[in-house]
């Protein structure tokens, strides 16, 4: 039964920085995309960043463009997301996922592995 486990959470003024972890439990060989998803109180879950584990390509929401960095490390199960210049609206429940697809993407419906999810409140 494969666990994914997010870290990392917390508060943090505007403007300031913060870094999420995911661990695995075990490889994902069949999981070729991980990604972080988001959902805030009262609205959808939405995508955030996902990254392609064969291709190393990577997709972002246009809201997070520029401001989140989304790597992996697959030898050692983990998935972080670096968010710099964190603003209010990116205030959620912050959600690790992993899934197949042929290339990074941001779609709910190809990740079918899911994190209990980690609150960031700026």
């Known amino acids: 039964h494969v666990q994914l486990v997010e870290s990392g959470g917390g508060s943090v003024q505007a403007g300031g920085s913060m870094r999420l972890s995911c661990a695995a439990s075990?490889?994902?060989?069949?999981?070729?995309?991980m990604g972080w998803f988001r959902q805030a109180p009262g609205k959808e879950r939405e995508g955030v960043a996902t990254?392609?584990?064969?291709?190393?390509?990577?997709f972002y929401a246009g809201s997070v463009k520029g401001r989140f960095t989304i790597s992996s490390n697959y030898a050692k199960n983990m998935l972080y997301l670096q968010m710099n210049n964190l603003i209010p609206e990116d205030t959620a429940m912050y959600y690790c996922a992993a899934g197949g697809s042929p290339a990074a993407t941001l779609r709910l419906s190809k990740f079918g592995y899911w994190g209990q999810g980690t609150q960031v409140t700026v």
């Open positions: 990254i392609h584990r064969d291709s190393g390509g990577t």
């Open positions: 075990e490889y994902l060989y069949r999981a070729n995309c």
